[in-house]
T-cell receptor, first 113, second 117 residues
């Protein structure tokens, strides 16, 4: 079973609309969770991370995510998207007892004009 | 801060040649570096973890003789794809972490697109 699951491979959304990118994790990973963004032909840039404390985490570029232990989810949200947010978004978790990332399969966010 | 530079960004070469990819942490010392492989429209697959001055730890299924990793200093790690073949064509990404600790994120390079003809 996939340790980090991103069910949506693609999410089209109109500019200035809100968006939610879903991420669920399994018990085989830790609850240290991350969201990264990847622009075409580039590496990954950290958007935000949850390590402990407040379950609502705010990141860069207006993104936020909420850690929900009961639903084993860490969904990413933005209230109003821009064309420049078009990119691939990856959810990741640390493998139990290590500093290794387990990545989800990614969600391609396409913002439409 | 926390810039990781990866070079080259793109390389095209003939089958059978060896290709070296460099990963440098420009403004911090990286105790640990990671090498990933990303297939088209797929997630990142961890290939190996390297710590400065010691042998790399490879993930299951990754051929260590095929993908040679050297972490000679706290700011440089190299991945050499030996006797490359078309099936080695992929996007390779490195990342680096400054120190141990859960709160230390990985900082990624911009990747290297390797095409073997």
């Amino acid at each position: 079973a996939q340790s980090v699951t991103q069910l949506d491979s693609q999410v089209p959304v109109f500019e200035e609309a809100p968006v939610e990118l879903r991420c669920n994790y399994s018990s085989s990973v830790s609850v240290y969770l991350f969201w990264y963004v990847q622009y075409p032909n580039q590496g990954l840039q950290l958007l935000l991370k949850y390590l402990s404390g407040s379950t609502l985490v705010k990141g860069i570029n207006g993104f936020e995510a909420e850690f929900n232990k009961s639903q084993t989810s860490f969904h990413l949200r933005k209230p109003s998207v821009h064309i420049s947010d078009t990119a691939e978004y990856f959810c990741a978790a640390l493998k139990q007892g290590t500093y290794k990332y387990i990545f989800g399969t990614g969600t391609r966010l396409k913002v439409l004009a | 801060g926390a810039v990781v530079s990866q070079h080259p960004s793109r390389v095209i070469c003939k089958s059978g040649t060896s290709v070296k990819i460099e990963c440098r942490s420009l403004d911090f010392q990286a105790t640990t570096m990671f090498w990933y492989r990303q297939f088209p429209k797929k997630s990142l697959m961890l290939m190996a973890t390297s710590n400065e001055g010691s042998k790399a730890t490879y993930e299951q299924g990754v051929e260590k003789d095929k993908f040679l990793i050297n972490h000679a200093s706290l700011t440089l790690s190299t991945l050499t794809v030996t006797s490359a073949h078309p099936e080695d064509s992929s996007f390779y990404i490195c990342s680096a972490r400054a120190a141990a600790g859960i709160d230390q994120p990985q900082h990624f390079g911009d990747g290297t697109r390797l095409s073997i003809l």
